[in-house]
């Protein structure tokens, strides 16, 4: 079982080198975005948001807002400094938990789910932050065999392995009516609108 607070020592120890680390692919990045439908106007949830990497794709987007959560105070303090925009807030704290301002048109969790250790328990939360059809992403910018070699080391402790994307469908198709699913060499997203 995952423990919360080995997550947030985890994620604080790797904040510092977080940015240098990261591997982005553009067009994956456009298409994400593109699926989970961040637009003009809409209120954006970055889920685990880290230090705010996808946060200059939504302004470059004009997005109103973006809340970013993050449960390890390093990297929320991180994603803070580095985006001084009167649209972004950012705010530590569990997800499940945290209070927060507005219900949201979109919900982005980006190459995180793997550390939430309840997946339905926390589809269901994230439904109730969504107004009615508000859009939940799901999304990693790597394939599932490739994400889960990278959990495989020194992130085994504070991950779980990447559900199917059928599995997760399943999964949210409570709440929302299922329209991306994709899962191949390049990346892995499903998302729904909320019904």
């Keep these: 079982m995952i423990e919360r607070s ?3 020592s985890f994620f604080n120890r790797c904040a510092p080198n977080w940015d240098a680390e990261m591997i982005r692919n553009e067009p994956v990045i456009r298409t994400i975005l593109d699926n989970a439908g961040i637009r003009a106007g809409i209120d954006v949830l970055d889920v685990a948001c880290g230090t705010g990497v996808l946060f200059p794709d939504y302004l470059a987007r004009d997005v109103h807002s973006v809340t970013g959560v993050d449960i390890a ?3 929320a303090r991180r994603a803070a400094e580095k985006f001084p925009d009167a649209r972004v ?7 499940e938990t945290v209070p927060l301002p507005q219900p949201f048109d979109c919900c982005m969790v980006y190459n995180a789910f793997p550390h939430f250790p309840d997946p339905a328990r926390l589809i269901a939360h994230l439904a109730t932050l969504l107004k009615t059809g508000g859009r939940l992403s799901i999304a990693h ?3 599932r065999a490739m ?3 990278h959990h495989a080391g020194s992130a085994s402790t504070v991950s779980i392995s990447l559900m199917s994307e059928t599995d997760l469908a399943a999964c949210m198709a409570p ?3 299922v329209d991306v699913v994709i899962s191949n060499d ?3 997203q499903v998302c729904g609108t909320k019904k």
């Excluded at 807030?89 to 997800?95: A, F």
């Design 73 to 75: 105070p390093e990297m």
């Design 186 to 188: 390049r990346m892995y």
């Design 89 to 95: 807030t950012v705010l530590c704290g569990d997800i």
């Design 147 to 149: 994400l889960d070699r």
């Design 141 to 143: 910018g790597m394939s």
């Design 6 to 8: 080995d997550v947030i």
């Design 175 to 177: 709440y929302f009516d």
